[in-house]
T-cell receptor, first 109, second 117 residues
Framework: QQQVKQSPQSLIVQKGGISIINCAYENTAFDYFPWYQQFPGKGPALLIA???DVSEKKEGRFTISFNKSAKQFSLHIMDSQPGDSATYFCAASGYQLIWGAGTKLIIKP | ETGVTQTPRHLVMGMTNKKSLKCEQH?????MYWYKQSAKKPLELMFVYNFKEQTENNSVPSRFSPECPNSSHLFLHLHTLQPEDSALYLC????????????????FGPGTRLTVT
């Protein structure tokens, strides 16, 4: 019940395309859903986060879609750029973060 | 220095060695964390400190020993490690991390890449 399942494990998208990463959780007590971005040689950094009182949050080219009834949330990267190539982690939390296994995203020029 | 710093960045040690990892945060936070990151696995939370007190120990083997002398510094003392302990060890900090408080953004250091031979 404490797991967060993330898919796909890796993703290749053409420049300008839409990248979509999905996560599913089981614990209905989770109330905070962040996405972190990690570049090689760096620690993860918060990209965007959502709380379950809204179904969507957009920041620039990055959007979180949240489906409370399905216990799923996803990250959409519009107009994907080579600089977006990184590993993306979803997480879910009451007060302690439970992490997904990560998605390695490669944007091909 | 800004943010969260970690030293050393790379460490190779034998199974009988003793070494320590150091983390320092310059953000005025009260919570600090140690995570283990292995390829294709979720980040594994190892220890959490709030206001210098350990509040989480996720069944970590005793060959890993944390120390938090103040809210800005966190150490991970290593001894008699196993090859499967080879991983990236990440330190993070946040405002606080207590039951009843909403989760907060965690700020990560660049990690220490540990290889146990």
């Amino acid at each position: 019940q404490q797991q967060v399942k993330q898919s796909p494990q890796s993703l290749i998208v053409q420049k300008g395309g839409i990248s979509i990463i999905n996560c599913a959780y089981e614990n209905t007590a989770f109330d905070y859903f962040p996405w972190y971005q990690q570049f090689p040689g760096k620690g993860p950094a918060l990209l965007i986060a959502i709380r379950p009182d809204v179904s969507e949050k957009k920041e620039g080219r990055f959007t979180i879609s949240f489906n409370k009834s399905a216990k799923q949330f996803s990250l959409h990267i519009m107009d994907s750029q080579p600089g977006d190539s990184a590993t993306y982690f979803c997480a879910a939390s009451g007060y302690q973060l439970i992490w997904g296994a990560g998605t390695k995203l490669i944007i091909k020029p | 220095e800004t943010g969260v710093t970690q030293t050393p960045r790379h460490l190779v040690m034998g199974m009988t060695n003793k070494k320590s990892l150091k983390c320092e945060q310059h953000l005025g936070h009260n919570a600090m964390y140690w995570y283990k990151q292995s390829a294709k696995k979720p980040l594994e939370l190892m220890f959490v400190y709030n206001f210098k007190e350990q509040t989480e120990n996720n069944s970590v083997p005793s060959r890993f020993s944390p120390e938090c002398p103040n809210s800005s510094h966190l150490f991970l003392h290593l001894h008699t490690l196993q090859p499967e302990d080879s991983a990236l060890y990440l330190c993070a900090s946040s405002q606080a991390n207590l039951p009843g408080l909403a989760a907060d953004e965690q700020y990560f250091g660049p990690g220490t890449r540990l290889t146990v031979t």
